[in-house]
């Protein structure tokens, strides 16, 4: 079994040597970055080129899907430690992403995405 | 500069020490609505005066919003993906790639040894909570598995330590379920880093 190690930050000063600190990769912030990505570059990729600003869901017929990238791995903010729970969370904020959108769109047909 | 650190008002101050002894007899859950929203509001206050702990030795870290323009007018009022420009005043706090903060002062938390990391061994924890007694299973009655994902999806929201990207350097750890299950193997467990 292996255990990935947290990678200590570099020594800025003498505190860091013995008590190191540890950098966040993801947005300290709960501001929805597990489902947004937490860089500008990942959020493009999220949200469909559509100008309604959708989030990128696999649909067949009526059922929506968190789509997969060519490992099959889910394409959302923080995919890590993945399973059902986690499938089932991320699809219905999307979802619910996506509605609000369409009620945005209704009622402010100008705004853009 | 001098480390990041929250100071609360005076009014706030007065507020935590008025709410803390209302406390003693009414939790906030159960004072009218209202107050109980002002309870959580002060309990908030206390919470980021006394229990977070910055990690940077100076706050020059966090940027200065009053130098750095914002690069686009939107970040004005929306998200910016990495964090950057939520604090218009401290325009780096909380973005990706920066520090994360701690619960305790840092001096009471150094880095353990490879020996003190692990004692106890994680896979002894885990047999000791997780394996069925001879009682059968026992139903958590107060909470079920959508708790359990909802913690964990709240987390990915907010916190994942940047890992050693090189496997060599994690942990290689052998798996000695049955020697630690006897307690023959509490201690030096085998570690084996390259």
């Known amino acids: 079994m292996t255990l990935p190690r947290s990678k200590p930050d570099e020594v800025l000063d003498s505190p860091d040597i013995k008590c190191p600190a540890y950098k966040n990769t993801n947005t300290s912030w709960w501001d929805g970055s597990q489902i947004y990505g937490s860089s500008?570059?990942?959020?493009?990729?999220?949200?469909?080129?559509?100008?309604?600003?959708?989030?990128?869901?696999?649909?067949?017929?009526?059922?929506?899907?968190?789509?997969?990238?060519?490992?099959?791995?889910?394409?959302?903010?923080?995919?890590?430690?993945?399973?059902?729970?986690?499938?089932?969370?991320?699809?219905?904020?999307?979802?619910?992403?996506?509605?609000?959108?369409?009620?945005?769109?209704?009622?402010?047909?100008s705004w853009t995405g | 500069m001098d480390s990041y650190s929250f100071q609360p008002s005076f009014t706030e101050r007065i507020s935590i020490s008025l709410f803390k002894f209302v406390n003693k007899y009414t939790p906030w859950h159960k004072l009218p609505p209202i107050?109980?929203?002002?309870?959580?509001?002060?309990?908030?206050?206390?919470?980021?005066?006394?229990?977070?702990?910055?990690?940077?030795?100076?706050?020059?870290?966090?940027?200065?919003?009053?130098?750095?323009?914002?690069p686009e007018q939107r970040f004005q009022n929306a998200r910016n993906s990495d964090g950057k420009f939520n604090s218009l005043e401290l325009p780096r706090m909380g973005c990706a790639g920066m520090r994360f903060g701690r619960n305790f002062p840092r001096q009471h938390t150094q880095k353990p040894t490879d020996r003190e990391l692990w004692?106890?061994?994680?896979?002894?924890?885990?047999?000791?909570?997780?394996?069925?007694?001879?009682?059968?299973?026992?139903?958590?009655?107060?909470?079920?598995?959508?708790?359990?994902?909802?913690?964990?999806?709240?987390?990915?929201?907010?916190?994942?330590?940047?890992?050693?990207?090189?496997?060599?350097?994690?942990?290689?750890?052998?798996?000695?379920?049955?020697?630690?299950?006897?307690?023959?193997?509490?201690?030096?467990?085998?570690?084996?880093?390259?």
């Open chain 1, 40 to 109: 500008e570059a990942a959020t493009q990729i999220l949200r469909t080129t559509q100008p309604d600003g959708k989030l990128l869901l696999t649909e067949r017929g009526r059922e929506a899907f968190i789509p997969r990238d060519s490992d099959g791995n889910p394409v959302t903010g923080f995919k890590d430690n993945w399973w059902i729970g986690m499938e089932m969370l991320h699809t219905m904020f999307a979802l619910e992403h996506n509605a609000i959108c369409d009620k945005l769109r209704e009622k402010y047909p």
């Open chain 2, 35 to 70: 107050l109980g929203a002002f309870n959580l509001a002060i309990l908030r206050v206390e919470l980021q005066a006394k229990n977070l702990y910055d990690t940077y030795v100076t706050g020059a870290a966090y940027g200065d919003g009053s130098e750095e323009p914002l």
């Open chain 2, 119 to 194: 004692t106890p061994n994680p896979r002894l924890v885990s047999e000791r909570f997780m394996t069925r007694k001879p009682k059968g299973f026992i139903p958590a009655t107060s909470l079920n598995l959508l708790a359990a994902a909802w913690i964990q999806f709240q987390i990915h929201d907010w916190v994942f330590h940047e890992s050693v990207s090189c496997l060599s350097r994690s942990l290689l750890y052998a798996l000695l379920a049955k020697k630690i299950l006897d307690g023959s193997l509490y201690l030096g467990n085998l570690i084996i880093e390259s």
